[in-house]
């Protein structure tokens, strides 16, 4: 179940010996709290001098359903800059159409991307092929990026147990 920004597991356990008496068996519910979109992230070690970038494969927007109207794009990341940062360029054709502001102190999993000069956005939509590089300082750690076609963050993918405000099994939520 999806709960702010954590995914919550709900289990349980049981010990002692399932042939003897059922007085000997313990049994209780745990819940686990894992980040969400947390499995697994890019990053540099530690120290503040260090630094590295990521270069994504070329990317495509095509919404699901006409218009394709970019001016309603966001790009989004779940990401952790405590002490740390990271910039988000984006790259028409190697030409860069667009760099972040810095992402810092900050730990985030659904933080909207803020522009240092003219929005990209409106050139992505329709299909044309664009690359993201994303540079990071210090221990600067990123989970995640998508976009959004609303202002909210919200991803439109399946959230399977779903959670309080999630309808019909989609991340739809703005809050």
């Known amino acids: 179940m999806v709960l702010e920004d954590h995914l919550r597991f709900f289990f349980s356990a049981r010990s002692g010996s399932l042939g003897g008496d059922v ?7 745990m819940v ?22 990521l270069l994504t494969r070329p990317l495509s927007y095509l919404p699901r359903r006409p218009p394709w109207d970019a ?33 810092a102190g900050v730990d985030s999993t659904k933080l909207q991307a803020r522009w240092a000069g003219d929005d990209p956005m409106p050139r992505l939509s329709g299909g044309a092929p664009f ?20 202002g909210c963050g919200s991803s439109g993918g ?18």
Do not use: Q
Request: aromatic share 8%; charged share 15%; proline share 2%.
């Open 32 to 53: 686990a709290h894992l980040r969400r979109d947390g499995f697994a992230h890019l990053g540099v070690s530690a120290p503040a001098s260090s630094s590295g970038w």
């Open 131 to 150: 690359r993201l590089r994303v540079s990071f300082t210090g221990g600067a750690e990123l989970y995640a990026f998508w976009i959004s076609s609303d």
């Open 71 to 103: 001016r309603g794009l966001w790009l989004n990341v779940n990401a952790s800059a405590d002490g740390a940062a990271l910039r988000i360029e984006v790259l028409r054709g190697g030409a860069v159409v667009g760099r972040s502001e810095a992402v």
């Open 23 to 29: 007085g000997n068996l313990t049994c209780v519910t």
């Open 158 to 175: 399946a959230v399977a147990a779903g959670g309080p405000g999630y309808a019909m099994g989609a991340d739809r939520l703005c809050s």
